[in-house]
């Protein structure tokens, strides 16, 4: 029984990163590894979750960056929001994981702007009016 507890206790070594955008939000775990693999909400891989070129490039851009893509596992449980708005929430929490990971990795990620949260929210619906800000349409006859 201590073997299993000591044996969970290494695996469980991971570096964790919060990633939000709109109202998508993701929670990133990464494993120092030999291979790289990346798991979506514990049963997709990258290119089945995300279905364009775009998407997957904004989620794999930070490990790029910082020129070492083949030595993490990475988990990533994401909720809310859209697609692309997951996409870019995986990349905020992936950044902040690897900063976790590593101090030195804050440098150059900050200065690409991918620890900072996009505040860019929708704005509510006003009372009288149709969305946002369209009124209704007016008609001289």
């Known amino acids: 029984m201590a073997t299993v507890s000591a044996k969970r206790k290494t695996e469980e070594v991971y570096h964790e990163g919060v990633g939000g955008r709109k109202t998508a939000v993701a929670r990133v775990r990464i494993w120092p590894a030999k291979t790289n693999s990346t798991v979506i909400n514990s049963s997709f891989s990258v290119d089945e979750y995300f279905p364009t070129l775009n998407m997957r490039q904004a989620l794999r851009e930070p490990l790029e ?77």
């Open 65 to 141: 960056r910082i020129g070492d893509t083949n030595h993490f596992k990475v988990s990533i449980v994401v909720r809310g929001g859209g697609k692309s708005a997951q996409a870019e929430a995986a990349r905020h929490g992936l950044s902040r994981a690897l900063v976790s990971y590593d101090k030195e990795f804050r440098t150059l990620l900050k200065r690409l702007g991918f620890l900072k949260r996009d505040p860019r929210m929708r704005e509510r619906k006003k009372f009288g009016l149709k969305r946002a800000r369209r009124a209704r349409q007016w008609r001289k006859r």
